[in-house]
């Protein structure tokens, strides 16, 4: 094995990660999930000015 095959295996695997982040994060699944999390962060305001 050759430095140009393990690059091209490590370069496809990191595509197959990088688009499976992606379907996660977008999945409507975790919407609902991810907009709590996101409303809780401004409800925490605490009185803060």
């Known amino acids: 094995m050759d ?5 091209s295996i490590f370069t496809v695997l990191s595509l197959v ?3 499976g982040i ?3 994060a977008f ?4 919407k609902a999930k ?3 999390i ?3 962060l401004i409800d925490n305001d ?4």
């Open 46 to 49: 605490n009185g803060k000015d």
């Open 22 to 24: 992606l379907y996660w």
């Open 38 to 40: 996101g409303r809780s």
């Open 34 to 36: 991810f907009e709590a």
């Open 3 to 7: 430095f140009s095959l393990l690059s």
């Open 17 to 19: 990660v990088f688009i």
């Open 27 to 30: 999945s409507t699944r975790n």
